[in-house]
């Protein structure tokens, strides 16, 4: 089991930047592929980034590649989030995810859920 807890998320100007840190307890964080995914107000929780276990394999939603870098550091338990050049439109509840499946794309394909940061950006 692990335990997911995010922070970095804040107030930004439109074309700024954040990164968000999820840091993970238990002793097989490795072994999860790692999921970021945000949710608007009255919008479905949609996701943004994936990566693999080793880190060696990522994937991006359209609305977001070219702009936000996923990462993570295994000796840290630790997954990123880097967002450049944001917009408006980025505007929700940043939550990062753990699973062990093979499938990634969507929320009901990951077991484990932080809490959530909430990301503002000001146009």
């Known amino acids: 089991q692990v335990q997911l807890v995010e922070s970095g998320g804040g107030l930004v100007q439109a074309g700024g930047s954040l990164r968000l840190s999820c840091a993970a307890s238990g002793r097989t964080f490795s072994s999860y592929r790692m999921g970021w995914f945000r949710q608007a107000p009255g919008k479905e929780r949609e996701f943004v980034a994936t990566?693999?276990?080793?880190?060696?394999?990522?994937y991006y939603a359209d609305s977001v590649k070219g702009r936000f870098t996923i990462s993570r550091d295994n000796a840290k338990k630790t997954v990123y989030l880097q967002m450049n050049s944001l917009k408006p439109e980025d505007t929700a509840v940043y939550y990062c995810a753990a699973m062990t499946g093979v499938n990634f794309g969507l929320a009901s394909d990951y077991d484990y859920w932080g809490q959530g940061t909430q990301v503002t950006v000001s146009s």
């Open positions: 990566i693999s276990w080793s880190g060696g394999m990522t």
